[in-house]
């Protein structure tokens, strides 16, 4: 059988939501489903508005109008990250600030960032790596005493937190995402936190194509028009009722990929003790969500080859980022701030296991494989794969 990386999963009530959003008649966005995520979202995470988006990728995109990045503004982000993070402030003219990441929890190492900072420094952007929080109360102090703006990329954090503040919630603003592999979905989606009262009234405008709609349809004017520059950022009902059944059953989901996350990490522990791979770590103040499950292999050619062994029983992890500053755009658009050595080598070890709702019932098989292709390299273990 089959095992990829991810599979969407559907709490059951999915289709019978968006039914429902077609029979009140209302497709078209901000209707009673995406009112109802809103509501969840700020009830959940205390945040002073949330307003969902049609990807995180929008979400990111508003926060950087938000911020009023110019051309020539500078924006301080880890190299290994998602091209949204960088793409969100290089659209508006800003140059991406590469600096380097933390070895344990691959998040962006907060004691390369203030030797980053330049008078055309205006944002920090933390990335939650995994569902782990990045070190944000160093990172604020930071942000508070050059007097930038954080905005917290948590496109992997939902239902995650830090010193049990929600991520997304502790910088200026927050992205989240709903994409298909995500811990809750909608296909498509996210969703922008504003923590600070100064942005909720504009990024309202900016998400409504630049018009003060929003204030139309709570009766606050009588009627609406182009007042700022915006876009289409809002996703549509349909998308809205998808996402708020799994809204719904986040707990249960969240608990399966939890228990997961643990039976991998205890099923792969003798293959770090025999120094063969590298385990996940977080920091005692973070909760994660078990967004992902990777190891880090020893070599680029171990990773190489277990992806080869894996794939060819049908089993199919994957790598993630290649780093920024090493691509074409992030070479003409970005910069780097001191050598990003962890970046590099982390990049080329660092392989992802499946990881999704559903898996429980093949995971002994994924772990086997895993186990059995170090078999060699472990002469007296054999095959205890609880070890």
């Given at each position: 059988?089959?095992?990829?990386?991810?599979?969407?999963?559907m709490t059951g009530k999915e289709l019978f939501y968006i039914a429902e959003a077609h029979f009140?008649?209302?497709?078209?966005?901000?209707?009673?489903?995406?009112?109802?995520?809103?509501?969840?979202?700020?009830?959940?995470?205390?945040?002073?508005?949330?307003?969902?988006?049609?990807?995180?990728?929008?979400?990111?995109?508003?926060?950087?109008?938000?911020?009023?990045?110019?051309?020539?503004?500078?924006?301080?982000?880890?190299?290994?990250?998602?091209?949204?993070?960088?793409?969100?402030?290089?659209?508006?003219?800003?140059?991406?600030?590469?600096?380097?990441?933390?070895?344990?929890?691959?998040?962006?190492?907060?004691?390369?960032?203030?030797?980053?900072?330049?008078?055309?420094?205006?944002?920090?952007?933390?990335?939650?790596?995994?569902?782990?929080g990045c070190e944000m109360d160093t990172i604020m102090e930071i942000a508070n005493r050059h007097?930038?703006?954080?905005?917290?990329?948590?496109?992997?954090?939902?239902?995650?937190?830090?010193?049990?503040?929600?991520?997304?919630?502790?910088?200026?603003?927050?992205?989240?995402?709903?994409?298909?592999?995500?811990?809750?979905?909608?296909?498509?989606?996210?969703?922008?936190?504003?923590?600070?009262?100064?942005?909720?009234?504009?990024?309202?405008?900016?998400?409504?194509?630049?018009?003060?709609?929003?204030?139309?349809?709570?009766?606050?004017?009588?009627?609406?028009?182009?007042?700022?520059?915006?876009?289409?950022?809002?996703?549509?009902?349909?998308?809205?009722a998808f996402l708020w059944a799994q809204f719904e059953d986040i707990d249960n989901i969240t608990?399966?990929?939890?228990?997961?996350?643990?039976?991998?990490?205890?099923?792969?522990?003798?293959?770090?003790?025999?120094?063969?791979?590298?385990?996940?770590?977080?920091?005692?103040?973070?909760?994660?969500?078990?967004?992902?499950?990777?190891?880090?292999?020893?070599?680029?050619?171990?990773?190489?080859?277990?992806?080869?062994?894996?794939?060819?029983?049908?089993?199919?992890?994957?790598?993630?980022?290649?780093?920024?500053?090493?691509?074409?755009?992030?070479?003409?658009?970005?910069?780097?701030?001191?050598?990003?050595?962890?970046?590099?080598?982390?990049?080329?070890?660092?392989?992802?296991?499946?990881?999704?709702?559903?898996?429980?019932?093949?995971?002994?098989?994924?772990?086997?494989?895993?186990?059995?292709?170090?078999?060699?390299?472990?002469?007296?273990?054999?095959?205890?794969?609880?070890?």
């Amino acid at each position: 059988m089959k095992i990829p990386f991810n599979k969407p999963y559907m709490t059951g009530k999915e289709l019978f939501y968006i039914a429902e959003a077609h029979f009140n008649g209302m497709l078209a966005g901000d209707g009673p489903f995406t009112k109802k995520c809103h509501h969840w979202l700020e009830e959940q995470t205390g945040s002073k508005k949330a307003l969902l988006t049609h990807s995180c990728t929008a979400a990111l995109e508003m926060a950087a109008m938000l911020a009023d990045i110019q051309p020539g503004d500078e924006v301080i982000m880890p190299s290994y990250t998602f091209v949204s993070t960088a793409n969100a402030f290089a659209l508006r003219g800003a140059v991406p600030v590469f600096v380097d990441i933390r070895p344990d929890t691959l998040n962006i190492d907060e004691t390369k960032i203030e030797a980053a900072i330049t008078p055309k420094t205006k944002v920090i952007v933390p990335v939650h790596y995994a569902g782990v929080g990045c070190e944000m109360d160093t990172i604020m102090e930071i942000a508070n005493r050059h007097q930038l703006l954080v905005i917290e990329d948590a496109a992997q954090g939902v239902n995650a937190t830090y010193k049990n503040k929600p991520l997304g919630t502790i910088g200026h603003l927050g992205a989240y995402s709903f994409h298909e592999t995500k811990n809750v979905i909608s296909g498509e989606g996210g969703a922008l936190l504003i923590n600070d009262d100064r942005f909720v009234e504009r990024a309202e405008i900016i998400r409504e194509k630049g018009t003060n709609r929003s204030k139309f349809f709570r009766g606050q004017v009588d009627k609406y028009t182009w007042v700022d520059l915006g876009s289409s950022y809002l996703p549509g009902e349909v998308i809205a009722a998808f996402l708020w059944a799994q809204f719904e059953d986040i707990d249960n989901i969240t608990q399966r990929r939890l228990e997961i996350w643990e039976k991998y990490h205890e099923g792969l522990y003798a293959l770090e003790r025999a120094g063969l791979i590298k385990r996940p770590t977080f920091p005692a103040e973070c909760v994660h969500n078990a967004h992902m499950y990777y190891i880090i292999l020893n070599s680029l050619d171990a990773r190489t080859q277990l992806i080869t062994q894996m794939k060819a029983l049908d089993i199919h992890p994957v790598f993630h980022y290649v780093p920024l500053h090493t691509s074409p755009a992030g070479l003409k658009y970005g910069r780097t701030n001191g050598d990003l050595k962890v970046t590099e080598d982390l990049s080329e070890r660092l392989l992802r296991l499946p990881m999704w709702t559903g898996l429980e019932p093949q995971l002994d098989r994924v772990r086997s494989v895993i186990f059995d292709s170090f078999a060699s390299y472990m002469p007296h273990e054999g095959n205890r794969l609880y070890a």
